[in-house]
């Protein structure tokens, strides 16, 4: 038993490495997110996905390589620079989530988490506004006396 849950995190700890996505996007309702999962290049000839769900096992495939377009979804995959971009129009509030880049490859899928959120036009603006780019940035403008946003 011991043996299995070793060779299952040793699985997990190399598999997340060979594929990384951001940790979350924001977009505004309307508009579009395109999403970049790099990957080994080892993988190049393997199917690619994007699926949406808060458990990886039950996540709900939208578009791989196999089938790159559905409904606003698109899929395209470089195989040159190792990298597969997912590319969401006209998106809702709806689509606001846990989606997985995946690729499939033989005993166990190997995936990256990314969360969505998607703001109102508004609601974006002023969330941007109050994250600072750095927090040198944040100390410079309290040095000089400036009011942040």
């Known amino acids: 038993m011991m043996n299995t ?10 598999s997340s490495h060979q594929l990384t996505g951001p940790k979350e996007v924001r977009g505004e309702v309307g508009g579009s997110v395109t999403v970049d999962c790099r990957y080994d290049q080892k993988y ?14 039950t996540c709900s ?11 606003g979804v698109s899929l395209t995959d470089n195989k040159t620079r190792g990298i597969f971009s997912v ?23 190997i ?3 990314v969360k969505l ?5 508004k609601q974006l ?12 940035a944040t100390e410079l403008h309290l040095k000089m006396g400036q009011k942040i946003h």
């Open 5 to 14: 849950i070793m060779f299952f995190i040793l699985i997990f700890v190399s």
């Open 117 to 121: 959120k998607v703001f109102e036009a």
């Open 87 to 109: 590319t969401m129009d006209n998106l809702r509030k709806s689509d606001e989530g846990l989606y997985w880049c995946e690729i499939e490859v033989t005993l166990l899928n």
């Open 111 to 113: 995936r990256d988490s």
């Open 125 to 136: 603006k002023d969330q941007l506004k109050c994250q600072p780019q750095n927090k040198n």
């Open 61 to 71: 495939v939208i578009v791989s390589t196999d089938n790159p377009q559905k409904q």
């Open 44 to 57: 190049n000839e393997h199917k690619k996905q994007w699926c949406k769900g808060c458990v990886f096992i």
